[in-house]
């Protein structure tokens, strides 16, 4: 059992700020990736951000300069997100490409979601 818990979202004012979290638990060996996709109302899922084991980190061109991704810890990841429009308004994902043992092949993981509204 592999959990993902998002944690901060909510509403803000456009040009605010905002920092997800996302926390994993349960059997887990070894956390490859983690990272954020959005999914906006009538819009298919997309990457946000994301940041493997060995630092390497990826951004969607709509939130460079603006979103920070980074590892709390190994099982931890943040996304400081700063100047917010409201083109950001969406269902964050938290995401996790972990092994559970280390005999076992990597997997996919998904968050439940957490709601972020920017709005005046």
């Known amino acids: 059992q592999v959990q993902l818990a998002e944690s901060g979202g909510g509403l803000v004012q456009p040009g605010g700020s905002l920092r997800l979290s996302c926390a994993a638990s349960g059997m887990i060996f070894k956390i490859n990736a983690m990272g954020w996709h959005r999914q906006a109302p009538g819009k298919q899922r997309e990457l946000v951000a994301v940041?493997?084991?060995?630092?390497?980190i990826d951004y969607a061109d709509s939130v460079k300069g603006r979103f920070t991704i980074s590892r709390d810890n190994a099982k931890t990841v943040l996304l400081q997100m700063s100047s917010l429009k409201p083109e950001d308004t969406a269902v964050y994902y938290c995401?996790?490409?972990?092994?559970?043992?280390?005999?076992?092949?990597?997997?996919?993981?998904w968050g439940k979601g957490t709601l972020v509204t920017v709005s005046s």
């Open positions: 940041i493997t084991s060995n630092g390497t």
């Open positions: 995401n996790a490409d972990l092994m559970q043992r280390s005999s076992w092949p990597s997997m996919d993981y």
